[in-house]
């Protein structure tokens, strides 16, 4: 099998499961910065980066899946020797395709044959998993497959809670406006809260994610560590999909009421990242510290 999925990197996360399914060797291409995530896998996995990608045509494969909807990834893949496809191909004209197995994702995405915009309408009325649709797609059920990561690097950031506030330049309404108001009212309570920021290790990251008993975020990355590392989260939506993440469990999304006005708009307005409360997201935080809690040791009293 060949795999490629470049980034972000929560979306090469959240395709690991994949990786439970398939027996034999299995080539990923991604990009440099996700290599440090898959390369030490082993269970038969090679990895790759973009500019390595060379290297991955050294054989034929009898199934090549491209996750990707850009022209250089189809390009590539036209020089791959593969009995089947599934995902973005190069049609004619030099015009981006999928394969009908792969519709129900990509149906949803830029590349859509109904256009962006009924994509987008299609996305927001979509109730399943982004694991469903390509488990689907490829003949396989999800059954809360669990992503395949490696150990993390130890660090010293350790508290009760941890907050990811950082949002990337594509999606800047998923930052929410009171990540700090947050944090003030949580330390207010007695809890030991952290910021988190950028490692130079995404294993560091990851460890950080680790190292406390519940996360808050938005849609990004720390949530999909999250889910490995099986922390608690509390995930805020205020521009992205909330039924495309399976919880596994532990997540309490609060979604924007606000959500269908700014869907998949990639701009920026207060109002979507104001529009849920600091209250919510605090409560939210306190159900899931409560939830994981130990349980007080019984007592014998002595009459």
């Not at 390509?134 to 941890?162: H, M, N, W």
């Not at 701009?267 to 994981?292: K, N």
Request: proline share 4%; glycine share 6%.
């Amino acid at each position: 099998m060949l795999i490629i999925k470049l980034g972000a990197t929560g979306d090469v996360v959240r395709t690991t499961p994949l990786l439970h399914r398939f027996s034999g060797e299995v080539t990923w291409v991604t990009d440099a910065k996700n290599a440090i995530l898959l390369e030490s896998l082993g269970n038969g996995l090679r990895c790759f980066t973009w500019e390595e990608r060379e290297r991955a045509l050294d054989k034929s494969y009898h199934l090549a899946i491209n996750l990707e909807d850009t022209l250089e990834t189809a390009h590539f893949l036209k020089r791959v020797s593969a009995l089947e496809i599934f995902g973005a191909y190069a049609g004619s004209f030099d015009r981006l395709c999928y394969t009908d197995d792969s519709k129900r994702w990509f149906d949803l995405s830029l590349i859509s044959s109904y256009g962006r915009q009924e994509a987008d309408r299609l996305k927001l009325l979509n109730r399943h998993t982004y694991q469903e649709l390509i488990f689907q797609g490829l003949g396989l059920r999800f059954d809360g497959d669990p992503y395949l990561l490696p150990q993390p690097i130890e660090t010293d950031l350790s508290g009760d809670v941890a907050i990811a506030a950082d949002a990337g330049l594509v999606w800047p309404m998923k930052k929410w406006a009171y990540y700090v108001e947050l944090k003030e009212a949580l330390e207010a309570s007695g809890l030991t809260v952290n910021i988190l920021h950028k490692r130079p290790s995404l294993l560091e990251h990851l460890a950080d994610v680790l190292n406390h008993r519940c996360l808050v975020s938005g849609d990004s990355l720390p949530m999909h560590f999250a889910f490995w590392t099986r922390t608690p989260c509390v995930s805020l939506f205020t521009c992205t999909s909330p039924w495309e993440i399976y919880d596994y469990g532990i997540q309490e999304k609060i979604i924007s009421p606000l959500l269908e006005q700014f869907f998949y708009k990639r701009g920026f307005d207060s109002r979507a990242t104001t529009a849920i409360s600091v209250d919510e997201v605090f409560h939210a935080v306190i159900r899931q510290l409560e939830s994981t809690a130990p349980a007080p040791a019984h007592q014998e009293v002595t009459v």
